[in-house]
């Protein structure tokens, strides 16, 4: 694997809304991962989907709220459009991209079917004739673009989960609607902000063999992966702004302060209530729990004791 010089880890958030709690822990385990090897950290928007105006701005500030850095200006998708588009010429001139017609409708049923693996693009327009897709062209039908892929499965390895084998299919690589697709933005960003090192919640894991091979298509390196618990509610589902008191912004509102919210996320992590600038002495990966933290109460946070 290519070396990478002046590597970074990351964190990605999505601008749809405020982070809630189980965003916040990612959060600080992706820095702490990052600043313990010595790599950088920076901040990506990814902004391609769905935007709710401010989300952005009370993200970061949460962000630093909570005793978080990072290096270099934040990177937003929006603005690296031209990235993906010769991504995706790269991919077309390999012959590794295909149009593809079906409605959302027609790939949830085509999905659900026991003929093939659950949730995977069961390949309907990849054998289309010039004549079939002219048809499609005809009735206005608008035209998302798959990768053509060559593997059924790919392994990576991951720092808590170890060697995972998942499968791979014909992923979206552009929209019908012209916006590049989240699996390829986020590989091309990866490798062009030197990103070596990817930390998040280990419900992504089943479509990281899809990224990894993906970056292999494009001559990318594959970053080293950890995939860390989730916080979910007292149901045992992964935690929704709907569960209450679940954002910083709430949590204030109760009484609390920043500081002590971080520390009830240290303390959750296994580690005393401290910032996260004083865990870094002592983080140490291997220690990590593999469990999920269960948020039992709508209240405020407590950890386990106030720094």
């Avoid at 989907?49 to 952005?56: I, M, T």
């Avoid at 659900?112 to 005809?138: I, K, M, V």
């Avoid at 989960?161 to 699996?183: C, E, K, M, Q, T």
Wanted: proline letters at 8%.
């Amino acid at each position: 694997m290519p070396v990478v010089r002046n590597p970074a880890g990351r964190y990605a958030p999505s601008p749809s809304g405020d982070l809630h709690i189980g965003n916040l822990r990612t959060a600080v385990l992706a820095w702490l991962f990052a600043r313990s090897t010595g790599r950088r950290f920076v901040l990506r928007i990814d902004d391609l989907d769905r935007v709710r105006p401010g989300a952005e701005q009370r993200q970061l500030a949460d962000l630093a709220a909570i005793g978080l850095d990072w290096d270099g200006p934040v990177v937003r998708q929006s603005d690296r459009l031209p990235h993906y588009r010769a991504a995706i010429d790269r991919l077309t001139a390999a012959g590794l991209t295909y149009e593809c017609y079906c409605t959302r409708r027609e790939i949830q049923q085509a999905t659900t079917a026991p003929h093939g693996p659950l949730g995977h693009y069961p390949g309907t327009c990849r054998d289309l004739t010039e004549t079939e897709r002219a048809a499609h062209r005809t009735d206005g039908r608008p035209a998302a673009l798959r990768l053509r892929a060559h593997a059924t499965e790919f392994e990576i390895t991951d720092e808590l989960h170890g060697s995972y084998r998942g499968p791979v299919d014909d992923v979206v690589l552009r929209r019908g609607d012209g916006i590049p697709a989240y699996n390829l933005a986020v590989v091309v960003d990866d490798a062009e902000q030197r990103i070596d090192q990817v930390v998040r919640g280990d419900d992504l894991l089943p479509s990281t063999p899809r990224q990894a091979y993906l970056a292999t298509l494009l001559g990318l390196p594959v970053p080293h992966y950890a995939h860390v618990p989730l916080v979910l509610n007292a149901a045992g589902k992964r935690l929704a702004k709907r569960d209450g008191a679940v954002t910083l912004a709430d949590q204030l509102a109760l009484g609390s302060t920043p500081d002590r919210v971080a520390a009830a996320l240290a303390s959750s992590l296994g580690y005393p209530p401290v910032s996260p600038a004083e865990l870094l002495d002592g983080f140490d990966p291997t220690d990590l729990t593999q469990e999920p933290w269960i948020l039992d109460e709508n209240g405020l946070l407590q950890p386990a004791r106030c720094p």
